[in-house]
């Protein structure tokens, strides 16, 4: 079937330049934006409520996205949203939340349903964001749950833009190298 599938006639859609590596899975309504990238082993799935993806956004080996979906329980459910220039970690699972733009989510983190990540804020590796928790903007935030410990320095307000163009930069040498898909 392939890495890109489409479920209940909605197929994944690719922006332009967008690499998705051959043992990823992107399932279902799901819009990956211009010159993002999903690297190997990671799980996108749209079954059941849609993903968005931003453009040069970046999601790391091994991490699951998914969504909740709407019930009696939570009748509107909650999509996944990932805003611009997001680094995704390694093994990090996002599920039914919300990222804006210019965030470092660090390895092996989570963050659950209908919470709320604020542009440029920075998630610590193996923290935990539990549902509908807000992350303010303009912070490092560590632990579980996750605790705002101080204000992001200048230089780590600029990693955010130089994570995501430096991820652009590999994802073009392995779309050069023609080993995985692509949209162009």
């Known amino acids: 079937m392939g890495a890109i599938r489409s479920f209940q006639g909605l197929q994944p859609q690719l922006g332009a330049r967008v690499l998705v590596d051959e043992s990823a899975v992107v399932i279902g309504d799901v819009v990956l934006g211009d010159d993002s990238s999903v690297w190997p082993c990671v799980v996108i799935r749209g079954d059941m409520h849609r993903i968005r993806i931003g453009a040069r956004t970046s999601v790391q080996d091994g991490s699951v996205l998914h969504i909740t979906h709407a019930s009696d329980y ?51 590796a193996g923290s935990l964001v539990p549902p509908g928790k807000r992350l303010e903007s303009g912070f490092l935030y560590v632990g579980s749950p996750a605790k705002q410990i101080r204000p992001l320095k200048e230089s780590e307000r600029r990693f955010f833009t130089y994570s995501a163009t430096n991820y652009v930069k590999l994802k073009d040498a392995y779309l050069q190298d023609g080993t995985t898909q692509d949209n162009e």
Request: aromatic share 0%; charged share 15%; net charge negative.
């Open 74 to 124: 939570n009748p509107a459910g909650h999509p996944l949203t990932i805003g611009d220039d997001v680094t995704v970690g390694h093994s990090v699972c996002l599920h039914g939340c919300t990222i804006g733009n210019r965030v470092l989510v660090g390895i092996g983190s989570t963050i659950l349903d209908g919470a709320v990540v604020e542009d440029e804020v920075v998630i610590g």
